[in-house]
């Protein structure tokens, strides 16, 4: 076998997961080069909410300070119920929540997070990145990996990454398992500044209002100049969708049953973007000898734990760990990185439609039944019941 560090690691995909594991490896001094389908590197203009073990992440790739600069540290979570307009409860973020995970919650405007992530890369000479490189298959021998571009070119590295997103190309043939579920679940996105959102919901907090097959999620971003808004509508939508304009009015649609207050929000909202969610079941096989998955690629679920890109970052940290660990043989550390990562991140894909159908969706009596069980509980209980997830690294379990 050569010295596994002859090759560059390929890493198809320059989302915040491609990104995130090219700055891990590079943290091991492994070079890698970074092939995305589209001509520029970007991301779509949302926010992201990032979880404690999401800052873990960011201060083990690297860039910990550059992250915590641009995040707005948010008091709250906040779940109102949309049908009465009142507060059911809500999860303290403060220092009580942040000794308890060594880390904050913070809510970030997904171009900022991913151009922190990228200049790091730009600045870091251990990694090279091209654009207008959709991988579309690979070939492999004992040794090395050769990715098969949609130019007809190829590349050929010690390993390949598939950080390609939920549509991944790679995972045709890794875990071959047919294209993602179609939830039926429809969310539009809209960001607005601040002085348009109605002045008595500017809260410091992520705020979501849980009502019959619908909700609203908002909170602010970018130094409070922006407020996010998501609002999912559980409308049985057949096909996938992504970003297709759409009117307020046809938004509105969905949440005609909701209170007038809550319905308010949404005609705040400017220029509409729709996604029909997809997701997947968990599957074991993400690893093909010298080819693995990450982030959506590997375990696509829907947004309702907001975990999706948080579960990248931990990917991307657990992966150049086991890289690191195992020099001698990279296929054992694949191996085990797949190990380590299977059954956490499908708990999160699952609980995640879980939390969609107890928690942010029920009505009539089982919606009443979550106002009470949400409501007895305090922030303490709540940050029990969340350890296994906030307080996690990617470094074990
Ligand atoms: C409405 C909504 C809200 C969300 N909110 C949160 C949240 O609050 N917190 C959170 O942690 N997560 C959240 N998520 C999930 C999060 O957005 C995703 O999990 C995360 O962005 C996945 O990153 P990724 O890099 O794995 O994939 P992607 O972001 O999909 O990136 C894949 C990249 O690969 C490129 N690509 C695709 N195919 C190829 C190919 N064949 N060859 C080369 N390049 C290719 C694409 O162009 C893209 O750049 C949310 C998701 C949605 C839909």
Redesign the pocket.
């Known amino acids: 076998m050569p010295p596994v560090d002859a090759l560059p690691v390929l890493i ?7 990104l995130a594991t090219a700055l891990g490896l590079a943290q091991k001094g492994i070079r890698s080069i970074l ?4 001509a520029a590197l970007g991301e779509i203009g949302a926010g ?3 979880g404690p073990n ?1 800052f873990h992440a960011f201060d083990y790739l690297g860039v910990g300070e550059a992250a915590r600069g641009m995040a707005v540290y948010i008091d709250q979570l906040r779940l109102m119920d949309a049908l009465s307009a009142e507060q059911i409860t809500h999860v303290d973020l403060g220092d009580a929540f942040r000794a308890r995970f060594k880390n904050p919650y913070g809510v970030v405007h997904r171009g900022d997070l991913h151009g922190v992530l990228l200049k790091a890369c730009q600045n870091h000479h251990l990694i090279e990145l091209r654009v207008s ?4 298959g690979y070939d492999q021998d004992g040794a090395s990996v050769t990715a098969r571009l949609g130019s007809g070119n190829d590349v050929t590295g010690s390993l390949l990454i598939g ?7 790679i995972r045709k043939s890794v875990a071959a398992d047919g294209p993602p579920r179609v939830s039926g679940h429809t ?1 539009y ?1 809209s960001v607005i500044p601040t002085e348009a959102m109605p002045e008595d919901l500017r809260w410091n907090a992520a705020t979501l209002w849980a009502g019959p097959k619908c909700h609203i999620v908002h909170y602010p971003l970018s130094g409070w100049k922006v407020f996010n808004l ?1 609002v999912t509508y559980h409308n049985d939508a057949p096909e996938p969708v992504a970003g297709k304009p759409v009117s307020n009015e046809e938004v509105l649609q969905g949440f005609q049953h909701i209170h007038e207050r809550a319905q308010n929000i949404i005609r705040h909202g400017k220029n509409w973007r729709l ?1 029909v ?1 997809c997701d997947r079941d968990p599957v074991e096989r993400w690893t093909d000898g010298r080819v693995t998955l ?4 590997a375990h696509p ?1 829907l ?1 309702y734990f ?7 970052l931990e990917d991307a940290v657990c992966l150049s760990h086991m890289l690191d660990a195992y020099p001698e043989d990279h296929t054992v550390a694949l191996e085990r990185y797949r190990a380590q990562r299977f059954a956490r991140t499908a708990r999160v894909q699952l609980l995640s439609r879980a939390i969609g159908e107890h928690i942010y969706h029920p009505s009539g009596e089982h919606a009443r039944l979550r106002n009470a069980v949400m409501a007895a509980k305090t922030s303490e209980d709540f940050y029990n019941d969340l350890a296994w997830l906030y307080g996690g690294t990617g470094l074990a379990g």
């Not at 198809?12 to 491609?18: F, N, P, T």
């Not at 990450?294 to 690629?297: E, F």
């Not at 907001?306 to 990248?312: D, F, I, P, V």
């Open positions: 198809a995909g320059g989302g915040i997961g491609g092939l995305e389908k589209a992201i909410q990032l999401a490189s959709e991988v579309v950080a390609d997103g939920l549509w991944s190309n969310t996105r998501v996604w969610l990450l982030g959506d690629a679920m947004q907001a975990q999706g890109a948080c579960m990248a």
